[in-house]
């Protein structure tokens, strides 16, 4: 059996998070886990290693060992890439070692020691991870990405609102608008429209609403079209990811 459990970190680092999280499965062999495109990127602590989750593009499936303990830092859409100093648009669909990346030693520890699936073991993730975005919040990356979309933005386009009228509020051109959701997301306006249309559907559908009443409440056209983008982003029927 699999727990997961969110919470909300105090501090300056917590209002850069969606939530911290931890994933933990039983002495039995885990079932697969799919993890679902939701416009943010993940830090987290992997078979011992830091990790940059990169923004995904649709269902991303993975398997835990017996008795893994995951523990993560998912930060709110467009801010990880800024605190890397890295495009979102490199990191799409992959998993990366944060040694990996171009980050100064200084910037970062990047090492973690050991695996400890104990509680002692996780806070110490926990405290890991913080300390991790601690630093990169001071660094200076002095790297010419732009700043993450206004939390409104974000909401407009998963409204379905148009790229000209969202780029028109934020006062830019379209093609800047373009250019900041694939520095910052990972991809282009139509594909955050789709991905954050999904995440609120996909909520919606986790609280037990009808699917009919999803795709209306969501900005589908109908609940056809809420059930082809359900299968093409979390690649099962609307009904079947609502049942978990």
Do not use: I, K
């Amino acid at each position: 059996m699999t727990s997961y459990r969110e919470w909300r970190p105090a501090g300056p680092v917590g209002t850069l998070l969606e939530c911290a999280w931890q994933s933990r499965t039983g002495p039995e062999v885990a079932r697969e886990q799919r993890v679902l495109p939701d416009g943010c990127m993940d830090l987290l602590v992997l078979d011992g290693r830091l990790v940059v989750a990169g923004p995904d593009t649709a269902a991303h499936t993975a398997r835990p060992s017996p008795g893994a303990v995951t523990t993560g830092l998912r930060f709110r859409p467009g801010v990880l890439p800024t605190l890397l100093g890295v495009p979102a648009a490199e990191l799409v669909n992959q998993r990366v070692s944060l040694s990996d990346l171009p980050l100064s030693p200084a910037d970062v520890d990047v090492t973690v020691v050991g695996e400890a699936p104990d509680d002692r073991g996780v806070h110490l993730d926990a405290a890991l991870l913080l300390d991790t975005a601690s630093r990169l919040v001071a660094a200076d990356r002095r790297r010419p990405l732009p700043r993450p979309l206004p939390r409104w933005a974000l909401r407009a386009l998963a409204r379905g609102a148009a790229t000209t009228d969202v780029a028109d509020r934020l006062g830019v051109t379209t093609r800047t608008l373009h250019r900041t959701c694939v520095a910052t997301l990972g991809y282009g306006p139509s594909v955050a429209r789709r991905v954050l249309r999904f995440r609120a559907a996909a909520a919606l559908l986790y609280s037990g609403a009808a699917p009919a009443d999803v795709a209306a409440r969501t900005g589908y056209a109908d609940q056809p079209h809420l059930s082809r983008e359900v299968r093409a982003l979390a690649g099962v029927s609307p009904t079947a990811l609502a049942a978990g």
